[in-house]
């Protein structure tokens, strides 16, 4: 059974930094890419960063590009969300996601608000 769980969301000042992880179990975690996305209270649920199975190849949307840094620990199986220079605007809900076997799996997400 596909388990995520997050952790690491908190309440931080507009140019702080928080670092949020995502464990991972029940599948063979460094074969599959890893995502981030989160929500804003009223906004549809967006992409933020993406890295990949292979290579550790990353992606990110383009409103947090040189902000956040993603990475995982094949190891560990986790995935982390490296989030510096954080405004207002990055408050919301952040869920880990992976795609396997055509199905989607989300975990339970973490709160991260930016507020002075």
């Known amino acids: 059974q596909v388990h995520l769980v997050e952790s690491g969301g908190d309440v931080a000042q507009p140019g702080g930094s928080l670092r949020l992880s995502c464990a991972a179990s029940?599948?063979?975690?460094?074969?599959?890419?890893m995502r981030w996305y989160r929500q804003a209270p009223g906004k549809e649920r967006e992409f933020v960063a993406r890295?990949?199975?292979?290579?550790?190849?990353?992606n990110y949307a383009d409103c947090v590009k040189g902000r956040f840094t993603i990475t995982r620990d094949d190891a560990k199986n986790t995935v982390y969300l490296q989030m510096n220079s954080l405004k207002p605007e990055d408050t919301a809900v952040y869920y880990c996601?992976?795609?396997?076997?055509?199905?989607?799996?989300w975990g339970q997400g973490t709160q991260v608000t930016v507020s002075s």
């Open positions: 890295i990949s199975n292979i290579g550790g190849r990353t």
């Open positions: 996601n992976a795609y396997i076997g055509m199905t989607y799996y």
């Open positions: 029940g599948f063979t975690f460094r074969s599959y890419t």
